[in-house]
């Protein structure tokens, strides 16, 4: 297992149990973005086992989708997977710099992840279409209160970066000529999970500090 799995792909029992718990998040998503997706080409941004773009085939409609993710292990699921869905991916921690022309691009709980972030909104930028966006949900930020307890309890583990403000985040897609808005996600149950040490504090967190940008390219 390479090192990418070791830090984002513990098992496939895992990433399937993670799946399972992302599917009300993705829901939302689905409610808050502001682009009807029939028919576009869609990027996936650390797709991990490609359960979105499946579920962007599904319910929206999309034209074909393209995911990478730094986990050999993830894609190679997420390949078996797709079946005959328009689907392409890619193991790597970047946009492949072959792929571009989409209409809009999703990530989930990856910001935090990255290193560059002027690096990887260069990368998105490049690979939309004018007036293309990109939708990426965060939840860990510094302002989401627990959250620098468990960035420094996770930092070496998961080699985190320093833990972002969301106005250091939207400086860097600023930076790299992205027109900047952002909305809470449009949430409606919420799990109860056996794992969380307080639900209200899970509400607030997916209510108030979990938070959909909208990035885009300028026409």
């Known amino acids: 297992m390479t090192a990418a799995d070791m830090a984002y792909w513990q098992s496939a029992a895992e990433d399937a149990a993670m799946q399972e718990e992302h599917g009300f998040i993705w829901d939302a998503m689905l409610e808050t973005v502001d682009i009807d997706l029939a028919g576009r080409r869609v990027l ?3 797709c991990n086992r490609g359960g979105f773009l499946r579920l962007l085939c599904a319910r929206a409609g999309i034209a074909a989708g393209w995911g990478y993710d730094p986990a050999p292990g993830a894609i190679a699921d997420a390949r078996r997977l797709a ?13 492949p710099s072959h792929w571009g022309g989409f209409d809009a691009s999703f990530s989930h709980e990856v910001l935090y992840l990255i290193h560059d972030l002027g690096a990887h909104a260069a990368a998105i930028h490049r690979a939309l279409v004018p007036g293309g966006a990109y939708y990426a949900v965060m939840g860990v930020h510094a302002g989401s209160p627990g959250m ?13 970066p320093p ?5 250091e985040v939207i400086a860097a897609f600023i930076g790299a000529g ?3 808005a952002a909305s809470r996600l449009r949430m409606g149950f919420v799990p109860v999970s056996p794992h969380a040490p307080s639900f209200p504090s899970s509400l607030e967190y997916y209510y108030e500090h979990k938070v959909m940008l909208r990035l885009a390219r300028p026409r």
């Open 163 to 167: 833990l972002y403000t969301l106005d």
């Open 178 to 180: 992205f027109e900047v």
């Open 148 to 160: 620098a307890d468990w960035h420094a309890e996770n930092v070496e583990r998961l080699h985190l």
């Open 83 to 95: 079946g005959d869905l328009p689907l392409t991916f890619d193991a790597t921690e970047t946009v």
């Open 44 to 46: 996936d941004a650390g």
